[in-house]
């Protein structure tokens, strides 16, 4: 599986635009970019997925990078339920890997 | 619709016991995935269920272990519990295999003491 880089921590401001950067440079040809997000003590939501153009919905989009090494979900207008631990995996579809999800990025929204 | 549930929500249990969770898919979802958030660490893949066969299972002892009934909700046993036992059980499932679109449960908050 390939493995992703998250910082641990952000903060943001609310209202403003949050970017949470995510590496994943041994990611393959096959495999997509997911990004879950955990509030505290609870199951964690899917928000976006992606195999290489930049994707949107109503929760966030997510940028790709040519190379696809490197990826960013953008939350844009956060909100204080925007609070919560958000992992970035790497799978591929059809059939399930033994993924870890990694620690996240804790993202603080301030007001 | 009603989302993925489990249950209980909270298990105390003592080290050597053993422990059952047990998972309801979305209505329609056929696989359910299980895994493991022990406190300050990520989500760890524990196994998959698909069509009532076990797909896959992550690096965890043969003491996990778990199954998938006819009506696709799932079970997952801990036996001779230990205290690193202790954690978040998360409960997943998606429509199909090939739909790597996962909807989680709430969790099931297991204390070994």
């Known amino acids: 599986d390939a493995k992703t880089t998250q910082p641990p921590s952000m903060d943001c401001a609310e209202g403003r635009a949050a970017n949470l950067p995510c590496n994943h440079s041994?990611?393959?040809?096959?495999?997509?970019v997911y990004w879950y997000r955990q509030i505290h003590s609870q199951g964690p939501q899917y928000i976006i997925h992606?195999?290489?153009n930049n994707e949107t919905n109503e929760m966030a989009s997510l940028i790709i990078t040519e190379d696809r090494k490197s990826s960013t979900l953008i939350l844009p207008h956060a909100t204080l339920r925007d609070t919560a631990v958000y992992y970035c995996?790497?799978?591929?579809?059809?059939?399930?890997?033994?993924?870890?999800f990694g620690t996240g990025t804790k993202l603080q929204v301030i007001p | 619709e009603a989302g993925v549930t489990q249950s209980p929500t909270h298990l105390i249990k003592t080290r050597g016991q053993q422990a059952t969770l047990r998972c309801s898919p979305i209505?329609?979802?056929?696989?359910v995935y299980w895994y493991q958030q022990a406190l300050g660490l990520g989500l760890q893949f524990l196994l998959w269920?698909?069509?009532?066969?076990?797909?896959n299972r992550g690096n965890f002892p043969p003491r996990f272990s778990g199954r998938q009934f006819p009506n696709y909700s799932s079970e997952l046993n801990v036996n001779a519990l230990e205290l690193e036992d202790s954690a978040l059980y998360l409960c997943?499932?998606?429509?199909?295999?090939?739909?790597?679109?996962?909807?989680f449960g709430p969790g099931t908050r297991l204390t070994v003491t």
């Open positions: 041994t990611i393959s040809g096959n495999e997509y």
């Open positions: 995996i790497v799978r591929s579809r059809g059939g399930y890997q033994k993924v870890t």
């Open positions: 209505s329609g979802h056929t696989s």
């Open positions: 992606g195999l290489k």
């Open positions: 997943a499932s998606s429509p199909w295999t090939g739909n790597n679109e996962q909807y």
């Open positions: 269920y698909d069509e009532g066969e076990e797909r």
